[in-house]
């Protein structure tokens, strides 16, 4: 078993829908988790970091931990078609610096 | 958020030429900074760890003589892919790692695309 694993899509849908992402982990030892957002060509951005189980709400994206599961969603409200991207969850902390991601989900916001 | 550059945004080179990539922290310092290469519609492949005033470590399978990291102040590292091949052709991406506030985290830079002919 991977150690974090992403369906890799890709997932289409119309503009204005809510989208969800998704990744679960094995490895109770992670202690934060990240969604990046990278366009094509582009190098990732950091859209959500959260250290705990529960929800952190910025804008239109809310990210979800449930370290009982071992799942961490991220939700858009209100896609755009700007919000299509591919987006990696990426969880530190077990024991070392790095980062260990998903593969990434690729989303298209269709007008 | 932080901000991280890399220079060139893109390179073409001929065949056993070296390249050399750099990766800047602009807002903080970065004593951590990690390398990746990630090729068409895959993942991030971690190829090495950079630490400031001393050597690199590299993921297995990645050849320490052929790619050269030197991280050599706390907002600076750079990638040297020496004797460059087609094979080496890829989208090469730094990351700084900061720690602040409690969060310990990774900006990215906007990546370098190589192309060897």
């Known amino acids: 078993q991977k150690e974090v694993e992403q369906d890799p899509g890709p997932l289409s849908v119309p503009e204005g829908a809510i989208v969800s992402l998704n990744c679960t982990y094995s490895?109770?030892?992670?202690?934060?988790f990240m969604w990046y957002r990278q366009y094509s060509r582009k190098g990732p951005e950091l859209l959500m970091y959260t250290y705990s189980s529960g929800n952190k709400e910025d804008g239109r994206f809310t990210a979800q931990v449930d370290k009982s599961s071992k799942y961490i969603s991220l939700f858009i409200r209100d896609s755009q078609p700007s919000d299509s991207a591919t987006y990696l969850c990426a969880l530190g902390g077990a024991g070392s610096y790095q980062l260990t991601f998903g593969k990434g989900t690729k989303l298209s916001v269709i007008p | 958020g932080a901000v991280v550059s890399q220079h060139p945004s893109r390179v073409i080179c001929k065949s056993g030429t070296s390249v050399k990539i750099e990766c800047r922290s602009l807002?903080?310092?970065?004593?951590?900074m990690f390398w990746y290469r990630q090729f068409p519609k895959q993942s991030l492949m971690l190829m090495a760890t950079s630490n400031e005033g001393s050597k690199a470590t590299y993921e297995q399978g990645v050849e320490k003589d052929k790619f050269l990291i030197n991280h050599a102040s706390l907002t600076l590292s750079t990638l040297t892919v020496t004797s460059a091949h087609p094979e080496d052709s890829s989208f090469y991406i730094c990351?700084?790692?900061?720690?602040?506030?409690?969060?310990?985290?990774?900006?990215f830079g906007p990546g370098t695309r190589l192309t060897v002919l």
């Open positions: 807002d903080f310092q970065a004593t951590t």
């Open positions: 990351s700084a790692r900061r720690q602040n506030l409690g969060t310990d985290t990774q900006y």
């Open positions: 490895n109770s030892a992670f202690q934060y």
